[in-house]
């Protein structure tokens, strides 16, 4: 969610989401590739 | 050993002409088998039987025709392909027997068919252990109080006391056929699809929502058609997403990294991240093994080499970069035993026993106090790797050390550190025109001592004097970095050289270099004269500025005949940073401070002292 001060704060969801990634990965996964993954859910 | 086979006796049947006839046609048939076992069959064909022993005179045609129709037993008689009549018998006497082939139990078989499996015998059902029925058996206390007298009677009123006293005086009985059955009733859950996301998701992620909606669509009609559901396991809404469409890559990650890392299910080295459970376990023998392989070493090694050469796992293996991480993961937390002095890109592990890279002249701790002004004048907003290349002039000390100041145009060419707790770093320095490599240690800056890189002295031996110009160039690799000098027409001078063999003393010394230098930083005697045979200044003269500044008038300055001396600003500069880092700023406001010195760069300064 959005603030004005331009901050971002991930909701639960969002953390349950990257947990979920982090669990099935077999793999280390970068912080770029989370990000990828939070923005390409966001825009679906 | 040689045996005799026994000649067993054959009688035919006849008249006498006929047995002599048959024993003539079966001498002949042996013979013609005499090498065949006992019971191969020896054929002949009859014609020529028949002709062979007519030849002999002694026997007729029609004899040994007879002889071989009466003796059924020792001859039969067959028609071989061509149609000609053919006698068979064996060797025994005995009219062959077809061979019978058993195929039911062969070698082959036995080779080739394994025993079928041993049948399980039926387990026998375990008989159950009862607790002995004496020790469920109660009875009611033989005194009872007040208290329960009047429990009975109340229970009595109600109707249950006989019920009670049945179950007080008799064993614990099973419960009554009679008794309603207990109607359980689910309770209404509900059920919110697991959120599928597989790792290729990052890659395609037009596969992440998609599967969403048809697990969630099956899930609710296998609920709705069952009638006693089951619990669910995980539940995991995907009802808010957070819309971070708006937001910078950069604010996304620190979001990301603010909230994982609190996570505990969580493994994070650098940039990594991994659940904590999908992280391999290192064993206390693999952790030993790894300190010993790099104490033998005797150097940091990366992780990938730990990877290869102690656990066993080649770059090309699928798990290798899982096994990386693990590595780094594993180490990270050993404390103890174990440091991190790599990079993002180059992930060095040292341990507590390795020897210190570099110089052993002087302690880096008294180097990082020589450097404390990098400290305080240190620059806000420095953005680590953010230039490509950056040039130096290697100033004396920095020769005579083997090192290179962290300043503001190192910390942007040079990467900060991996974590904040990191101390150092191993870097690696490529020299192109040496085809040489070079460990180099980056030593961050503290709260009160500056930061600096060490190990050049064997680069610097060996390729270039004081006052040389280097230029330093970032690679792919934050760990890996190219230096180059110019390389120029060999040159000869009487340079400065500190000779610590016994008494620390500077001293010139001709000397052949291929390098370009910036002359106002080449320390020659032809410039300074008066520095051969100096001692280098103890450390309570050399780091105060008023004392490094009159020491340095004084051996480089000239006499002005009137007890004081004069010298421009690049000699003091040159000189002075002989015995410590001194930047020309710190020289300037040195040298306004200090009352004994006057002047001004045209005209040089005067240094006069008047205590």
């Known amino acids: 969610m959005a603030t004005q001060t331009g901050i971002l704060q991930l909701q639960d969801d969002d953390i349950a989401f990257l947990l979920t990634l982090l669990r099935n990965a077999t793999s280390p996964l970068s912080t770029e590739q989370l990000v990828d993954a939070l923005k390409q859910r966001s825009s679906r | ?611």
């Not at chain 2, 669509?217 to 997403?241: C, D, I, Q």
């Not at chain 2, 064997?458 to 270039?464: E, P, Q, S, V």
């Not at chain 2, 008066?530 to 103890?538: D, I, V």
């Open chain 2, 1 to 611: 050993m040689a045996t005799q086979a026994e000649v067993q006796s054959v009688s035919f049947a006849g008249s006498e002409k006929v047995q002599q006839a048959a024993t003539r046609a079966f001498e002949v048939m042996r013979a013609h088998g005499m090498f065949m076992s006992d019971y191969v069959p020896i054929r002949v064909r009859q014609d020529e039987l028949v002709t062979f022993l007519t030849s002999k005179g002694d026997v007729s045609a029609a004899d040994v025709e007879q002889a071989i129709a009466e003796n059924p037993a020792v001859f039969a008689v067959e028609t071989d392909e061509s149609g000609a009549t053919v006698v068979v018998t064996t060797r025994t006497g005995r009219v062959p027997v077809a061979e019978a082939v058993l195929t039911d139990h062969t070698f082959k078989s036995r080779l080739m068919t394994p025993e079928p499996k041993p049948a399980v015998p039926v387990a026998p059902v375990r008989e159950r252990v009862r607790v002995d029925p004496s020790w469920a058996t109660f009875t009611v206390p033989e005194f009872g109080d007040e208290e329960e007298d009047e429990e009975l009677e109340e229970a009595g009123e109600l109707g249950i006391a006989e019920a009670l006293e049945g179950v007080a005086t008799g064993t614990i009985a099973a419960a009554p056929k009679t008794a309603a059955p207990v109607e359980i009733t689910p309770e209404p859950v509900a059920v919110v699809p697991e959120v599928v996301a597989e790792p290729e998701v990052v890659a395609e992620p037009e596969t992440v929502e998609e599967p969403v909606a048809g697990v969630a669509e099956v899930e609710a009609a296998e609920v709705e058609a069952a009638p006693a559901p089951e619990p669910v396991a995980e539940v995991a809404p995907a009802a808010n997403v957070t819309d971070v469409s708006g937001f910078e890559d950069a604010a996304i990650a620190d979001a990301i990294r603010e909230r994982l890392a609190g996570e505990a299910h969580v493994a994070r080295f650098g940039e990594q991240w991994m659940s904590e459970d999908r992280v391999p376990r290192l064993s206390r023998g693999d952790l030993r093994r790894i300190k010993d392989y790099i104490d033998e070493q005797e150097q940091p090694l990366a992780d990938a080499t730990l990877v290869q050469d102690i656990l066993g796992v080649r770059p090309n293996q699928p798990d290798f970069a899982l096994m990386q991480f693990a590595v780094n993961v594993r180490l990270g937390r050993e404390h103890r035993e174990f440091e991190f002095v790599g990079t993002n890109d180059q992930r060095f592990w040292s341990t507590t026993n390795l020897p210190q890279i570099g110089t052993g002249r002087r302690k880096p701790n008294d180097i990082g106090t020589d450097y404390r002004f990098l400290v305080d004048d240190a620059e806000e907003g420095i953005t680590p790797r953010s230039v490509a290349s950056v040039d130096r002039v290697v100033t004396f000390y920095e020769y005579s050390l083997g090192l290179l100041p962290y300043d503001a145009d190192m910390q942007r060419l040079l990467p900060a550190p991996l974590d904040p707790e990191q101390r150092n770093a191993v870097l690696t320095f490529e020299i192109p025109q040496s085809y040489t490599t070079y460990l180099v240690e980056l030593r961050y800056p503290t709260p009160n001592r500056g930061g600096f890189l060490l190990g050049l002295d064997d680069f610097y031996a060996d390729n270039l004097v004081p006052g040389a110009i280097i230029s330093i160039s970032a690679t792919e690799n934050d760990g890996h970095y190219k230096v180059e000098f110019l390389s120029t027409d060999s040159q000869s001078a009487r340079l400065l050289e500190l000779d610590d063999r016994r008494s620390p003393r500077y001293l010139f010394r001709p000397t052949t270099y291929n390098c370009a230098v910036a002359d106002e930083w080449l320390i020659s005697e032809d410039r300074f004269p008066n520095l051969g045979s100096e001692k280098p200044l103890a450390d309570k003269v050399r780091r105060r500025n008023d004392a490094l500044l009159k020491a340095t008038f004084e051996r480089v300055g000239l006499p002005d005949g009137n007890g004081g001396y004069l010298a421009s600003i690049e000699d003091l500069l040159a000189a002075a940073n002989i015995e410590r880092p001194f930047t020309e700023r710190h020289l300037r406001e040195t040298i306004e401070q200090d009352a004994n010195v006057t002047g001004d760069d045209a005209n040089g300064y005067t240094y006069v002292a008047t205590a």
